[in-house]
């Protein structure tokens, strides 16, 4: 099978996992909305990720921080003054791309654009006629500094407003709350303070799907820890957000580390995991050894002291941070990616099936009355069942186009109910991969359902 992103986006709109934004007026370019069957997934990616690290962890904290911060944080963070990218129009199809990126493509990543200057980068692309990959032709603008953060304002009276930002990433709100959830929760070092919550880019190549887009949610994870046990526990997140997607469902030969030769200045280490998306080798999250960069920059721009009393040395340090960063909105694309096949069956038909693993299926039982006038003990059942777990009820057409409906979209258990059920209580329950049924009670359904479920 050729799994392209086309396939993916299709299967998206026609079942209700994802729709072009502000559809209705032509959508709204790279934004999307989660539509019934995709809220539920990324729901269930979210609630995966926090029962994984916050919930399965004795030292982990989370927070839930307010989206617009002082300003002064985006200037603490770096952000205002370097948050931006050298951006070039071409003049003749009128795309705009990134300088470095050109460079990089061009070079096959042999040259080191992010080292240049803009003038350095300009004389680059002239000397070596790169040309537009749209396109063909080459008429560039010069480069000029794309910043991509969203400003907006926040003031009341006309000519008095002061520009705010919307956050970027979410681990701001991390750094700043580092000292209240350590005093509060009595947190000692080694300590994690985790969120999920909404960031937002004015990214200059925003496209592919859910891949890259101008709002999306992250999941992060900042790690506070003495330097000398640093660089274990940076090893060790590395594996655990590795084994994290792999139990999810993503295949090992999809996945691959990779590991920075280039650092930001602040860094000790950082890599990516990387997963084979229908458009190539691709980043999916991020694991950063950051020092003491975050802390010490926020303490000289907030005048307040940042740093950890250890209660047992007495000793008063700024911790170093290892940070875990994933994109949900990513990671259900590579979920999709991953679960999508085609089978084809014994009769010779195809079936679409989306194989999530069942944590993430965005209904874990679809109820379905073999008939009709079975509807009664049919939503019986149904109502026994969602008070557990979130269930779909379908009664139209034919068992077999039932079933087919439920597999594209991963429902992992169907539950038939037929004139036997009325006489002794119990269902067909039919898994969604192996496609075997079983005859089980109507009382035994919960327990069931709950352990095949589990993450
Ligand atoms: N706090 C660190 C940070 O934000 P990042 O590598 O810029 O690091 C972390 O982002 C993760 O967030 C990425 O690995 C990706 O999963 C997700 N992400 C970043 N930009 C994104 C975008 N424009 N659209 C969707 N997901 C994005």
Not at 201 to 212: D, V
Not at 267 to 292: M, S, V
Request: proline residues 4%; contains cysteine.
């Amino acid at each position: 099978m050729n799994l392209t992103m086309d396939k993916i986006v299709n299967l998206c709109k026609t079942r209700g996992f994802v729709f072009p934004g502000s559809d209705i007026y032509g959508g709204f370019a790279n934004t999307w909305d989660f539509g019934p069957i995709g809220v539920e997934l990324k729901n269930n990616i979210k609630r995966a990720w926090w029962k994984r690290f916050v919930q399965e962890s004795d030292n982990t904290y989370g927070v839930d921080s307010a989206i617009l911060m002082n300003p002064k944080v985006w200037e603490a963070s770096g952000h205002v003054a370097s948050f931006s990218d050298p951006k070039m129009d071409c003049k003749n199809c009128k795309t705009r791309h990134r300088a470095d990126n050109l460079i990089e493509a061009y070079s096959k990543g042999k040259v080191n654009a992010e080292a240049m200057t803009n003038e350095g980068m300009e004389q680059y692309i002239a000397d070596n006629d790169i040309k537009c990959p749209n396109c063909g032709k080459r008429d560039w603008t010069p480069i000029r500094q794309f910043k991509l953060m969203f400003e907006t304002s926040r003031g009341t009276i006309d000519g008095e407003k002061d520009v705010i930002y919307l956050r970027p990433e979410t681990c701001q709100g991390e750094y700043v709350n580092f000292l209240n959830v350590q005093r509060t929760a009595r947190a000692k070092i080694p300590f994690a303070i985790a969120q999920i919550g909404k960031s937002f880019r004015n990214e200059i190549t925003p496209g592919n799907f859910l891949f890259r887009t101008v709002e999306f949610e992250q999941m992060e994870l900042q790690m506070f820890c003495k330097e000398d046990s640093s660089m274990d526990i940076y090893n060790s997140y590395k594996e655990q957000a590795l084994k994290f997607v792999q139990d999810l469902g993503l295949s090992q030969d999809h996945l691959r580390f990779h590991d920075h030769d280039k650092l930001a200045h602040y860094a000790k280490a950082a890599c990516d995991i990387q997963y084979l998306f229908p458009i190539g080798w691709q980043e999916l999250n991020g694991i950063h050894h950051r020092g003491t960069w975050d802390l010490s920059r926020h303490e000289q721009f907030s005048g307040k002291s940042l740093q950890y009393l250890d209660p047992f040395t007495n000793e008063r340090y700024i911790p170093n941070i290892i940070e875990y960063s994933i994109g949900a909105d990513r990671l259900a694309l590579a979920l999709l990616c991953e679960a999508y096949d085609e089978e084809l069956l014994e009769q010779g038909d195809t079936r679409v099936v989306m194989h999530f693993h069942p944590a993430i299926a965005p209904y874990k039982v679809a109820v379905l009355p073999l008939q009709k006038n079975l509807a009664d003990k049919a939503q019986e059942v149904l109502n026994k069942l969602n008070k557990y777990f979130m269930c779909t009820y379908d009664e139209a057409g034919s068992i077999g186009k039932r079933y087919r409906r439920q597999d594209e979209i991963g429902t992992p258990y169907c539950v038939t109910i037929d004139f036997d059920t009325l006489e002794d209580n119990t269902v067909t329950i039919r898994e969604r991969d192996s496609m075997k049924q079983i005859r089980l009670d109507i009382d035994k359904l919960v327990q069931y359902v709950s352990e095949k479920i589990m993450f």
